[in-house]
T-cell receptor, first 112, second 110 residues
Framework: NAGVTQTPKFQVLKTGQSMTLQCAQDMNHNSMYWYRQDPGMGLRLIYYSASEGTTDKGEVPNGYNVSRLNKREFSLRLESAAPSQTSVYFC???????????FGPGTRLTVT | RKEVEQDPGPFNVPEGATVAFNCTYSNSASQSFFWYRQDCRKEPKLLMSVYSSGNEDGRFTAQLNRASQYISLLIRDSKLSDSATYLCVVNKNTGNQFYFGTGTSLTVIP
């Protein structure tokens, strides 16, 4: 039981490049989330998916797109990376009636 | 105004000390409250939920004051292993919008 996995762990991009961050969970959770964590800002919700086939914007969605490919997988895409998107990205999932979120290990992204 | 505000610290305390963190939230419609723990360069993990009546888990006690819109976490008999950042988290009645504080850094000193 791996919980929530994220790939890659580290990535360096040049401004304007695109990439997709992958997230998968094996806990059969309905809800999945993407957050970014910046110094002094705490974790901020980018997008979430309450169930397979649905996605909704969070607090800071601009510059990102998401896909809930199936119940297990929720990917985050940066179409044209900007230095302001340098951050640590966490994926999380939540299941049933519990409010507990389980986080993946994070992706450290640097955009130069 | 931020949804959730915490004193970032750092709090440096000796082993065995008692330390308390507070967190305030701005939206009175907030329904659920939590404390998460985040170790350096790791993911956050749930420490405990916070219930209206207050709740305790071993050396940790969480309290909620809805009238004043703050949440507290008390750690008794601090251990070196308690050194981490403690995140206050609030959920509004929409169910999937969670708001995180910036975290309070705790270092327990031998």
């Amino acid at each position: 039981n791996a919980g929530v996995t994220q790939t890659p762990k580290f990535q360096v991009l040049k401004t304007g490049q695109s990439m997709t961050l992958q997230c998968a969970q094996d806990m059969n959770h309905n809800s999945m989330y993407w957050y970014r964590q910046d110094p002094g800002m705490g974790l901020r919700l980018i997008y979430y998916s309450a169930s397979e086939g649905t996605t909704d914007k969070g607090e800071v969605p601009n510059g990102y797109n998401v896909s809930r490919l199936n119940k297990r997988e929720f990917s985050l895409r940066l179409e044209s990376a900007a230095p302001s998107q340098t951050s640590v990205y966490f994926c999380a999932s939540r299941g049933g009636n519990s409010y507990e979120q389980y986080f993946g290990p994070g992706t450290r992204l640097t955009v130069t | 105004r931020k949804e959730v505000e915490q004193d970032p610290g750092p709090f440096n305390v000796p082993e065995g000390a008692t330390v308390a963190f507070n967190c305030t939230y701005s939206n009175s419609a907030s329904q659920s409250f939590f404390w998460y723990r985040q170790d350096c360069r790791k993911e956050p993990k749930l420490l405990m939920s916070v219930y209206s009546s207050g709740n305790e888990d071993g050396r940790f006690t969480a309290q909620l004051n809805r009238a004043s819109q703050y949440i507290s976490l008390l750690i008794r008999d601090s251990k070196l292993s308690d050194s981490a950042t403690y995140l206050c988290v609030v959920n509004k009645n929409t169910g999937n919008q969670f708001y995180f504080g910036t975290g309070t850094s705790l270092t327990v000193i031998p």
